[in-house]
């Protein structure tokens, strides 16, 4: 596995695999890598000759500076899963490398898209997102780009971003990789206590809860019932069901089609995400 730290590095690298038509497919993440992220690996490598993971820990894209300073720095572990998976290029910038202006986002507005739900509640999130992964598209040039279903939102609004800017990107995304209770994996899950861990897979139930009566019962209702369950001990920030293609509030209380549950919560200091698809 070849590990650049520069982007002049990378794209000298990239261009001569360019040259004999090697398909480049591309996981941008920000470490602390676990099962979820080696799946995107894994169908990278099922349908490219070049695999490019990055890790960078992006600081425009966190609401709070504590969050950021805590969020799990593993890069000899991470080093280690990627080779043992099969990763062809690890891509490490630092923040000078990836902001040679200065740490600022571009402003962006995709509508409600990046300005709902994660978007409410961590307001310029989604700015600090778009930014840097339009950059690394830049910088990579991949012709396959893979994101995990856990972020969701995420992987709409980069779907978005590929269409506004027409980068000839083809975005996956795959499925979320869970522990053996239902969990979805999470480089934030490195900072649940024990007791935190045993609590924290109560979103995953609320969520589950919709889906499993939806139709059957008046979606406010079953989004109040959700959201008591998760606060028995979290603490829900939102739960709701999107139209999974427009990521539009669903509305109808008849049967629904092509929907998504999605919901977020803290558990003591961490925010957990999940969503459930049907």
Known sequence: MFIFTQTHELQRFLHL???QNTIIGFVPTMGALH????SLIEQSRKLCSVTVCSI???PTQFNQRSDYEQYPRLPGHDAQMLEKAGCDVLFMPDSAEMYPDGLHATPYNFGALTHSLEGAFRPGHFDGVITIVKR???MVQPHHAFFGQKDVQQCMVVKHLIQHFKLPVHLHVVATVREPDGLAMSSRNLRLSADERKNAIMLYKALNHISEYIGQKPLPQLIAEATNLANTVLKTEYIA????????????DG???NAVVVGAAWCGNVRLIDNVVF
């Not at 069901?241 to 109808?252: G, H, S």
């Open 241 to 252: 069901v999107l139209n999974a293609d427009t990521f539009e509030p669903v509305v109808t």
């Open 255 to 257: 049967t629904v089609h």
């Open 136 to 138: 690394l598209f830049d």
């Open 17 to 19: 695999q360019t040259a």
């Open 56 to 58: 960078f820990v992006n």
């Open 35 to 38: 099962q979820g992220h080696i």
